[in-house]
């Protein structure tokens, strides 16, 4: 069922490690307007966090490329998160996905990041093709509004 | 700085304080300057202080493994102290007390022999 559009942007940046700041910042600015907790804020950030930091140190390993981070805010104080980019696209979706697996143990990554945006989130995809890129996306829905509301009605 | 760091002789424990956000982009400074550290005063026990590190991403579970795997080759052992509750969830979530402590331990108090 597809929800109604509240409110959406779109960023487009290069994949400069100083970036990963900056799309957390950008996306929780703009997520604020529903009133998120403070503990489900954090979780977004991070899911974000991890997914902008795959484009940087994996789709475009060595390379400045293009990201593109688009947020929409739905009905139902859902948020939907697409993370894109035009980089080398991952060979194997469901190894990539695997807690603890890395293709770059020598940067120190803990393999981590699919398994943080996944527990994250409620839903998590992942399309890639090789060569030309990989889209992520998220949607979370946040709770904390939704109860107070229940709350001041009841 | 993003990391202050100190040394008790005394208990041969290096104190390390890191501040900001811990992502890719932070991580590596942070955990030269550690390892530089480390190597010049091999350390028994590895501080790292979280108190001052408002966010952090996957990039801190892999600083905590590389310290970690250091201090072991060392014949050493860590600590991970005063997490804020969001950068201990990431902790908890990677089983981070599998490597070390998470301990809170309130300034004034001391940890392996170095004040906090």
Known sequence: ?154 | MPVEIYYDAESRALLAELSGDLDHCTARPMRTAIDTEIMKRLPLKLILDFENVPFMDSSGIGLLIGRYKLMNDLGGSMIAVNPRPEVKKIMELAGVRRLCPIVEQRRGSFVGGVKL
Request: aromatic residues 6%; proline residues 3%; glycine residues 8%.
């Open chain 1, 1 to 154: 069922m597809k929800s109604r559009i509240i409110n959406e942007m779109t960023l487009r940046f290069p994949s400069l490690s100083e970036n990963e700041r900056f799309a957390r910042l950008a996306v929780s600015g703009f997520v604020s307007c529903l009133d998120p907790a403070v503990d489900e804020l954090g979780e977004i950030k991070t899911a974000v966090s991890e997914g902008v930091t795959n484009c940087i140190v994996h789709a475009y390993r060595g390379r400045i490329g293009e990201i593109t981070l688009t947020v929409r805010l739905l009905e139902d104080s859902r948020v939907y998160i697409r993370i894109k980019d035009k980089g080398c696209g991952i060979e194997d979706i469901t190894k990539a996905r695997e807690p603890l697996f890395t293709t770059a143990p020598e940067d120190e990554r803990a393999g981590l990041g699919f398994a943080i945006m996944e527990s994250f989130t409620d839903k998590l995809t992942v399309r890639s093709s090789k060569g030309k890129g990989t889209t992520v996306t998220m949607q979370r829905t946040l709770h904390s509004r939704k109860d107070q509301d229940d709350k001041s009605e009841s």
